[in-house]
């Protein structure tokens, strides 16, 4: 009995400290990648939208290999479909009518977009900028000073978490890190669930299933 308690206490305390970490993302222009970490144990690592590079994933620094694996060459001949298929390519199609039939309703259209906004509040309200590091070079030198003087003048950007710098040589960067929970996306999420239109959305299943039996 205590063995079993003490498994139990550790699961817990397990569970807490992997729901209750920060996940930290980070915007690094200069090395044109976007990083992912939690725990100090996972890490993800892709490269910024149009540029080179490969994406990266480690697990307790233990590289795991992303994409699909390479298969051999299949033989010329048809492969004979297995009996469910069609049957299943009937149910996708009908949840998907269904899921239109769903949206063209205005009350569940208005509802689901009023909670999906909700969400995205809590979740954006959760996140905190945890350091900002820049370099900002305008075309014309006149503007550089003129931001430079604004930036000293209110003494913004200046500082261990956020650093903005202007310079004159042409050179833009940006590192942006940010950090938000697990737990207060979940919390954010249990709080839409009430709102939902279930009572909607059961009476067009109704009606669906009605007008298409199986």
């Known amino acids: 009995m205590e063995t079993l308690l003490i498994v139990l206490c550790a699961v817990v305390v397990l569970l807490a400290v992997v729901v209750f970490s920060p996940v930290m993302i980070a915007v ?9 970490r939690w725990l100090f144990a996972m890490e993800f690592q892709a490269p910024l939208p149009w540029t080179p590079g490969r994406k990266r994933f480690t697990l ?5 290999p992303l994409g699909e694996r390479a298969t ?6 048809a492969k004979e479909e297995p009996a469910g298929k069609p049957k299943h390519r009937r149910r996708n199609r ?16 208005q509802t689901l977009a009023k909670q999906v906004a909700k969400f ?4 954006a309200g959760s996140v905190r900028m945890s350091r900002l ?16 003087g604004a930036l000293a003048a209110y003494n913004w950007g200046v500082g261990e978490r956020r650093k903005i710098q202007v310079n004159f040589t042409g050179e833009n960067s940006l590192f942006l890190e940010l950090r938000f929970h697990p737990h207060r996306v979940f919390k954010a ?15 067009k299943w109704r009606a669906f299933a009605a007008a298409h039996p199986r």
């Open 28 to 36: 690094d222009s200069r090395n044109r990648q976007v990083r992912v």
């Open 60 to 64: 307790f620094h233990r590289p795991i």
């Open 72 to 77: 051999p060459a299949q033989p010329a001949e």
């Open 94 to 109: 009908a949840m998907g009518r269904f899921f239109v039939r769903c949206l063209g309703d205005s009350t569940i259209r």
């Open 120 to 123: 995205i509040m809590r979740v």
């Open 133 to 148: 590091a820049s370099d900002i070079s305008l075309p014309d030198p006149g503007l550089n000073g003129m931001l430079a």
């Open 189 to 203: 999420f249990l709080l839409c669930l009430p709102g939902l239109p279930y009572r909607a959305v059961f009476r």
